[in-house]
Nanobody, 120 residues
Framework: QVQLAESGGGSVQAGGSLRLSCAAS????????MGWYRQAPGKQRDLIAA???????WYDSSVRGRITMSRDNANNTVYLQMNSLKPEDTAVYYC??????????????WGQGTQVTVLS
């Protein structure tokens, strides 16, 4: 069972940047799909970025152009670089691992989440 640990959250002024990290307990080379979700207070958890092995990242329209997801297979870590942050980006951000299918991704493992607060 893959264990995931996020870090890098915190408070930042609007327009600022944060980089989230997600360290996996095992090699991510064998994990076909990695993703980042976020959940704002009172809202559902939404997928905002995902990447398959050997593929290009996918981004939700709400964050496209402002975030970059990357995989560091050598260090079993995925990153989420977030720029031009807005107050509406305030949420708990979760890392997820799972599988890639023809129809999309299915995530089975989750981190504990890291809080991101963007101050106006």
């Amino acid at each position: 069972q893959v264990q995931l640990a996020e870090s890098g959250g915190g408070s930042v002024q609007a327009g600022g940047s944060l980089r989230l990290s997600c360290a996996a307990s095992e090699s991510i080379v064998s994990i076909s799909a990695m993703g980042w979700y976020r959940q704002a207070p009172g809202k559902q958890r939404d997928l905002i970025a995902a990447i398959s092995s050997g593929g290009s990242p996918w981004y939700d329209s709400s964050v496209r152009g402002r975030i970059t997801m990357s995989r560091d297979n050598a260090n079993n870590t995925v990153y989420l670089q977030m720029n031009s942050l807005k107050p509406e980006d305030t949420a708990v951000y979760y890392c997820a691992a799972g599988r890639t299918y023809l129809s999309g991704w299915r995530f089975e493992y989750w981190g504990q989440g890291t809080q991101v607060t963007v101050l106006s």
